[in-house]
């Protein structure tokens, strides 16, 4: 059974920034490295929506309302995943989401959610 734990989600003020962390502990690097990870989130009452993908070592993706402000990135000696986020706003305010997905879709796996709050 994959496990995803998320962590560093909070309270910010807008302009703050936060970093998200994943954590796979369970997942031997090898495994770790071949998955395509992003990040998710569902702000109040809206859709979960697709934020940031990186597939293989730096093949990144952006939603465009947070292109140049997050970065994803991951360290595979750690197995962990981040979404380093800046100049945050209002609008980035939500449950944000670990996801793991194999290239071909077979298999897929989610964490268990953070909550970022940003006060404007």
């Known amino acids: 059974q994959v496990q995803l734990v998320e962590s560093g989600g909070g309270f910010v003020q807008a302009g703050g920034s936060l970093r998200l962390s994943c954590k796979a502990p369970r997942m031997i690097t090898s495994v770790f490295n071949g998955y395509t990870w992003a990040w998710y989130r569902q702000p109040p009452g809206k859709q979960r929506e697709l934020v940031a993908t990186m597939v293989g070592r730096d093949t990144t993706n952006y939603l465009d309302s947070v292109r140049g402000r997050f970065t994803i990135s991951k360290d595979s000696s750690r197995k962990m995943v981040f979404l380093q986020m800046y100049s945050l706003i209002a609008e980035d305010t939500a449950v944000y989401y670990c996801?793991?997905?194999?290239?071909?879709?077979?298999?897929?796996?989610w964490g268990q959610g953070t909550e970022v709050t940003v006060a404007s």
């Open positions: 996801n793991a997905r194999t290239n071909d879709g077979s298999a897929e796996y």
